[in-house]
């Protein structure tokens, strides 16, 4: 895994294509330590070696290059990481989202996001003698 | 050789349970991040022979976990500190109804027993 500036990402993707890794295979998002980061990963089916190249979303424009001018099958992709982190891709010409009905509210998959059924469904881990806080909500989680 | 036979044998198929070497620790249950497993126990006492006092055992009466929340991330398998979770490369528990993909002790100690 090799981290590049964003400000290169699109080009990174560019070169490797160039040097054989025709292959798409995924790209997402992840959120750590409230940093948003792009990875992707392409293969070159001579070799069968691949690289996975990740970029720190700037926080401010919270956009990235897109890289589906070279890599079609990233389209599905990009859409989705739209979609579900909110991260907006300059160059992505069908931004349509592909599962969410509406792109109200806050993209699901950032932490911050409260999920609906975080609230409605009791959560099975609570201990019967102290209140414990579960993993993966908010740190003012309220119990409905 | 039918599909079972080709499947390697540690993917993400079935979760299998072995009620007695699960202590009810709670743990899979808490590190669950689909909240899809639900567990209630109670405390037991048994005097084994030559034994001075008898031992408070833990004795499930509830263990389910719902397949149409399960996403199959295999956290609980990992973090299980008894080994009582597995997984079994078997597919074959389709529901037509929501409530049939939530297995109670039976079915998830049956896993275990088909591929041993
Ligand atoms: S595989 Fe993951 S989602 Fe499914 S029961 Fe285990 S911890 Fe929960
Ligand atoms: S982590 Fe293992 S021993 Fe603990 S409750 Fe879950 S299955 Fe049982």
Known sequence: ?144 | MTTVDRIPAQSHGVIALSASACTSCMICVRECPAWCIELESHDEEVTEPGARRPRTVSVLDVFTIDYGLCMYCGICVDVCPFDALAWQPDFDYASGSATGLVQGINELESWGKVRE
């Open chain 1, 1 to 144: 895994m090799r981290e590049v500036d964003q400000v290169f990402w699109a080009d990174e993707f560019r070169a490797l294509q160039s040097q054989g890794y025709f292959f798409f295979d995924f790209l997402t998002a992840y959120e750590r330590d409230s940093q948003l980061v792009v990875i992707a990963r392409v293969a070159n089916p001579e070799t069968k070696q691949s690289q996975m190249l990740t970029a720190k979303v700037d926080a401010q424009q919270n956009s990235m290059a897109s890289i589906s001018v070279t890599y079609p099958g990233a389209i599905w992709h990009e859409r989705e990481t739209t979609e579900m982190f909110g991260i907006s891709f300059v160059g992505l010409e069908d931004a349509r989202p592909l599962l969410r009905r509406s792109m109200l509210g806050r993209p699901p998959l950032l932490k911050s996001s409260v999920l609906a059924a975080r609230m409605l469904k009791p959560w099975p881990g609570q201990p019967s003698h102290r209140k414990q806080q579960p993993v993966g909500v908010v740190d003012d989680w309220l119990q409905l």
